[in-house]
């Protein structure tokens, strides 16, 4: 029988931990401030690969509140750009549109844009001082692809990103060749932060979602190394062969791939989560994966996208049981969140504390926010 037992410590300074106050989730000038703090400085996640524009084609989001265009040339390189118009700021293209071809033309007067953002004609526009169409491209905005998923960057001089060693974790994991299954995108009522402190923490789950068997004595280790908190169902149960068995391997470790063939059938239980601040959340089973990741339209609306992929050649029944397994257990999820969000409204404070060890995650969060509005959140 293989152990192997993994000491994890928990953070410091969480047993004098409090929660944040209401202001922060319903607030609308504390809102604008995460936004200018956290969500135009971090590396956000805008979506799957798959929902990137062809070769020659452009797609129109908003991404921390910022208009952009994304840009794919005929060669296929991906770009970002501020969806302005560099003449009197129109929008090339709507949220949500798509276009294609060899130049992008403003609806408003027409200026034309090359697919690399450089300004190729402004039509009309006579002999303004000083004006040069090589000054007038579209401003650029980071962009990097790490696995199968897009993150975009505010400012156009950061650098790659990264999320530290503990997304390095999941590398074993064959993500990129898996199948898209399931594609959901939805508005909901509650501030960003509140389904990010759902996700981080397995408190809730024996509560909010009953059906998951959490009797077979699961512990959950939980890391935070920088931009990333890295959880994971370390199951202890009875094998066929070896008595018990004791998993606390992490995804990619030399026999974790046998975790897929553990006894259980039950959805949920082997599991690597990875939460990559401020906006992933990313489940890592053994038989699919589940990408979430969310755009805050205000403060307490959030846009949350889901994506669940399989493995190739998945058996059809498998996959729409583990599809309406996680759709269940997201929507037990967003109803506590949009009841929370409620009280957070009222604009009624808790005033409570984190469980020391069960809420480590959400004490990550509660770092990083504290962190980043600094004097911001006075
Ligand atoms: S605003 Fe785009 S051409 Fe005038
Ligand atoms: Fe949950």
């Known amino acids: 029988m293989d152990v192997t037992v993994r000491e994890v410590p928990g953070p410091e300074g969480i047993t004098a931990a409090r929660t944040l106050p209401a202001a922060w989730y319903s607030n609308p000038a504390h809102f604008e401030a995460e936004i200018q703090n956290v969500w135009r400085r971090q590396w956000l996640c805008i979506g799957d690969e798959s929902d990137m524009p062809a070769a020659g084609a452009w797609r129109a989001i908003v991404a921390g509140g910022l208009p952009v265009l994304l840009v794919r040339d005929k060669q296929g390189a991906l770009r970002a750009f501020l969806n302005v118009c560099r003449h009197r700021a129109a929008p090339l293209c709507e949220p949500g549109d798509d276009g294609s071809g060899s130049l992008i033309s403003c609806p408003y007067h027409a200026w034309l844009y090359r697919l690399d953002g450089s300004l190729a004609r402004a039509h009309g526009v006579g002999e303004p001082e000083g004006f040069d169409t090589a000054d007038f491209s579209l401003k650029p905005l980071g962009l990097a692809t790490w696995r199968r998923w897009v993150f975009l960057h505010a400012d156009d001089a950061a650098k790659a990103p990264h999320f530290g060693p503990m997304a ?18 939805h508005e909901r009522p509650f501030n960003w932060k509140v389904l990010l402190e759902n996700y981080s923490e397995n408190y809730h789950t024996p509560f909010v ?25 370390r199951p202890l149960r009875p094998t066929t062969d070896a008595g018990v068995r004791m998993a606390t391997l992490l995804p990619g470790e030399p026999g974790w791939e046998e975790l897929g063939s553990a006894p259980t059938a039950v959805p949920y239980d082997v599991g690597s989560y990875l939460t990559l601040w401020p906006n992933l959340m990313l489940n890592v089973f053994p038989d699919a994966s589940l990408a979430m990741w969310m755009e805050p339209l205000s403060a307490n609306r959030t846009v949350v996208h889901r994506r669940l992929y399989a493995h190739p050649g998945a058996d059809a029944d498998a996959v729409a049981a583990q599809v309406s397994a996680h759709r269940l257990v997201h929507l037990q999820d967003i109803d506590i969140c949009a009841s929370v969000q409620r009280t957070h ?5 808790a005033d409570g504390v984190l469980a020391t060890v069960e809420e480590r995650g959400v004490f990550f969060v509660h770092q990083h926010i504290r962190r980043a509005m600094g004097d911001a959140a006075q």
């Open 168 to 185: 390095a974790a999941i590398a074993g994991y064959p993500v990129e060749a898996m199948h898209l299954v399931l594609s959901e995108s």
């Open 209 to 233: 979602h009953p059906e998951i068997d959490t009797s077979s004595s699961h512990d959950y280790p939980m890391l935070a190394d920088g931009l990333t908190l890295y959880a994971w169902d």
């Open 345 to 349: 409204d009222a604009g009624v404070n």
